[in-house]
């Protein structure tokens, strides 16, 4: 029998740490499996999912631009409640010929923000309405944030994004921003970049530096490069920051652990993960 196969399904994904992170718990705790990417074009996405079989794929992270449209392959009613609630799923893991869906970047996000600042009553601005900011505002609401104002170049999924969340919690404050200027980011306290825009490095800042101020926390999702164009300006205008290399990790051992099912703490896989990561970044 071949050797069970997990991966990262998405596009672009060549950038991923993942399977350096994956590998290495297989490794250290001497478990058969290995993880590869899946660089997967959307009109190939229907036959890769319903080949996993075929393939001996027993579990899958998703990620952009997929984490929505994957929920039409699952199971929902054993799928993850908070998964499902938001329609984005980034950890699928066959069961019983079904497949489950899980969200493992509500628990990494979440994890990872609360080390640097808690978000009981802050004024959040997030860049970006896919699935990742969908995650990003369903931790945020219920950390109980002040409020939030969403900017996706695409109306229609700032839109979806903001009735989805009045939807789940009624008495938030949540609105569309028709433009980076109607973000009103001088006013907020947290920014959150939740689009792939500089993913790249020919990328362009994606707020203009007059926008930030000293006061302001900025978080960016993308963790490869460590520093985007937009930390290395909101560092030089001396704002707090950080990347999403720590919700990386913690997102990826969350996933691990639904992988595999084994018994083992999650502070275990996070430790192997971490130092994986140190020494690859350490090499470079
Ligand atoms: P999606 O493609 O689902 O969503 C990104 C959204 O941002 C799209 O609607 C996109 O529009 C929009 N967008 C693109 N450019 C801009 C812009 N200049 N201004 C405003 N909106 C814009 O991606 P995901 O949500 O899955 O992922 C987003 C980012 O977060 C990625 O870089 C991903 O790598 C990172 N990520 C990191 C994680 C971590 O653990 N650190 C976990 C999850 C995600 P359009 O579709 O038209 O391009």
Redesign the pocket.
Known sequence: MAEELYGLVGYPIKHSYSPLMHNAVFKTLGIQGEYRLFEIFLPELDNFIKSLDKNNIKGLNV???Y?EKVLNFLDLSRSDENAVRIGAVNTIVKSENKLIGYNT?IL?FSRHIKEYISLKDKRVAV???????RAVCYVLLQEGVKSISI????RE?SDSLVSLMENLFPSSSINRADSIDDLAVSEKDILIN????G?KKEDPL?IDSMYLHSDLFVYD???NPNRTKLLEEAERIGCKVSN?LG??IY?AAFSFLYFTGIDESVETIIKIMNEAITKELGNV
């Open positions: 990620t952009l631009p984490k970047d990494g860049l970006g309405a896919g699935g990742a900011a900017f996706d170049i695409r999924k939740a689009t792939p825009v993913l994606i999702l993308i963790y999403g919700m990386l997102q």
